[in-house]
């Protein structure tokens, strides 16, 4: 099997947002997005959107989500990509690592991978390595085990090193432990880590923008598109939105959706002022003023801490 191709790319290359469509999106989420789109666009970028349909689903979320980045004044360029119909390129950059002996079935359950001792220096959760070189008998333990818990095995990727480096806008070089990934799961779901390389290189996305809690995943990524042939793209990771805990916003967090605030009487625009105030830009109403006055040296490395009036 060939390499995947790497399609034409826009001149100036692309960014990106890729929501996954689990529930309406919050005020860290539209801010990301405005953030990605305004990267894309004062680079000269095309700017794509992707859905990432692959699990945890909820009815209704897509359109809902795709209406507020409107409602917000963004705009993007190409059809919306929904990853779910992207199975066949998934499965075709699976097969390239397959016939190059770059993958191999893993049967460990979560708790197996979480109790057993770790590599030196592993981070904690990284995968030890438990099925990477196993003997054939033992494979076939393995599979006869997984049938029994009418399982398949995962797929893990051999990977061929331990760290990896990449370029992040405001983190800089940032060297991170790279391990033995899922690529597809037990349940037969492509893991986001494959999904999320392969599509973005599919769409020629040179710059990802993101929320910072991806920043760690970024080597692995990396190294994958790496070994897959495909570019490694650069990446600008923002800053979370936090409670007044401290925790990752969510939406139990009270008002903290377009919608909620368009309930509370507040319109788009407001809310895109709270954006702006976010990054020190008092008085924005769309997502076009952000781009026009942002200047991305200047965003903090502090999460956002979001609080508002109910
Ligand atoms: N779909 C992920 C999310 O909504 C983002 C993944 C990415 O941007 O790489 O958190």
């Given at each position: 099997m060939s390499a995947p191709t790497v399609p034409p790319q826009h001149p100036r290359g692309?960014?990106?947002?890729?929501?996954?469509?689990?529930?309406?999106?919050?005020?860290?989420?539209?801010?990301?997005?405005?953030?990605?789109?305004?990267?894309?666009?004062?680079?000269?970028?095309?700017?794509?959107?992707?859905?990432?349909?692959?699990?945890?689903?909820?009815?209704?979320s897509a359109q809902r989500q795709l209406e507020d980045l409107v409602a917000i004044g963004l705009d993007w360029d190409g059809d919306v990509v929904r990853q779910s119909a992207r199975g066949a390129s998934h499965a075709e950059a699976i097969d390239h690592l397959v016939?190059?002996?770059?993958?191999?079935?893993?049967?460990?359950?979560?708790?197996?991978?979480?109790?057993?001792?770790?590599a030196p220096h592993a981070p904690p959760g990284a995968y030890p390595g438990t099925c990477r070189d196993l003997t054939e008998p033992e494979r076939a333990a393995g599979r006869q085990r997984m049938h029994e818990l009418r399982r398949e095995p995962a797929l893990r990727l051999r990977a061929g090193t331990t760290t990896w480096?990449?370029?992040?806008?405001?983190?800089?070089?940032?060297?991170?432990?790279?391990?033995?990934?899922?690529?597809?799961?037990?349940?037969?779901?492509v893991a986001y880590?494959?999904?999320?390389?392969?599509?973005?290189?599919?769409?020629?996305?040179?710059?990802?923008?993101?929320?910072?809690?991806?920043?760690?995943?970024?080597?692995?990524?990396?190294h994958l598109a790496h070994l897959l042939g495909l570019p490694e793209?650069?990446?600008?990771?923002?800053?979370?939105?936090?409670?007044?805990?401290?925790?990752?916003?969510?939406?139990?967090?009270?008002?903290?959706?377009?919608?909620?605030?368009?309930?509370r009487g507040e319109s788009a625009a407001d809310v895109v002022g709270h954006i702006g105030d976010s990054l020190g830009l008092p008085g924005c109403r769309r997502a076009a003023d952000v781009l026009e006055r942002w200047e991305p040296g200047s965003l903090s490395s502090q999460p956002w801490l979001v609080r508002l009036a109910d």
């Open positions: 692309a960014g990106r947002y890729a929501p996954s469509p689990s529930g309406d999106l919050h005020l860290g989420n539209l801010r990301t997005a405005i953030l990605a789109w305004a990267l894309a666009r004062r680079s000269d970028r095309a700017f794509h959107l992707r859905l990432e349909d692959l699990d945890r689903v909820q009815e209704g016939d190059r002996g770059l993958v191999y079935e893993c049967y460990c359950t979560r708790r197996e991978i979480l109790e057993a001792p770790s480096r990449v370029h992040d806008l405001w983190a800089g070089e940032v060297t991170g432990t790279v391990d033995d990934l899922v690529l597809r799961r037990g349940d037969g779901v880590n494959l999904a999320v390389v392969v599509d973005d290189a599919a769409a020629g996305v040179d710059q990802v923008t993101r929320a910072d809690d991806l920043l760690s995943s970024a080597p692995r990524q990396a793209p650069g990446y600008a990771h923002v800053p979370l939105a936090v409670n007044a805990a401290g925790a990752r916003l969510a939406k139990r967090d009270g008002a903290v959706t377009l919608r909620d605030r368009l309930e």
